[in-house]
Nanobody, 115 residues
Framework: QVQLVESGGGLVQPGGSLRLSCVAS????????MGWYRQAPGKQRELVAF???????NYADSVKGRFTISRDNGKNTLFLHMNSLKPEDTAVYYC?????????WGQGTQVTVSS
């Protein structure tokens, strides 16, 4: 069993930055494949960034060059560093873990990009 708690969302102006955090508990953190998804109103949930085993990372084309995913295994924490934010980045952001054949989701954190 894995529990995930996100934080760091909020309201930011276009061009600004935010850092999302996801603290995981319940199983060995270093074994997780982890990532971030987002869901905007009226749209399907979509992949933002995903870190597989080792250093292999996938980013959505819409965030490449602006967002960076990282993890601190010592603190059981996954981060999403978001720069040059745009209004179209507005969404609820979800932390995701794939472990032992199961999917786990956090409760989500709202990111709103608006002037």
């Amino acid at each position: 069993q894995v529990q995930l708690v996100e934080s760091g969302g909020g309201l930011v102006q276009p061009g600004g930055s935010l850092r999302l955090s996801c603290v995981a508990s319940g199983s060995p953190f270093s074994l997780y494949a982890m990532g971030w998804y987002r869901q905007a109103p009226g749209k399907q949930r979509e992949l933002v960034a995903f870190r597989r085993s080792g250093a292999l990372i996938n980013y959505a084309d819409s965030v490449k060059g602006r967002f960076t995913i990282s993890r601190d295994n010592g603190k059981n924490t996954l981060f999403l560093h978001m720069n040059s934010l745009k209004p179209e980045d507005t969404a609820v952001y979800y932390c995701y873990v794939y472990f032992n054949g199961l999917d786990y989701w956090g409760q989500g954190t709202q990111v709103t990009v608006s002037s």
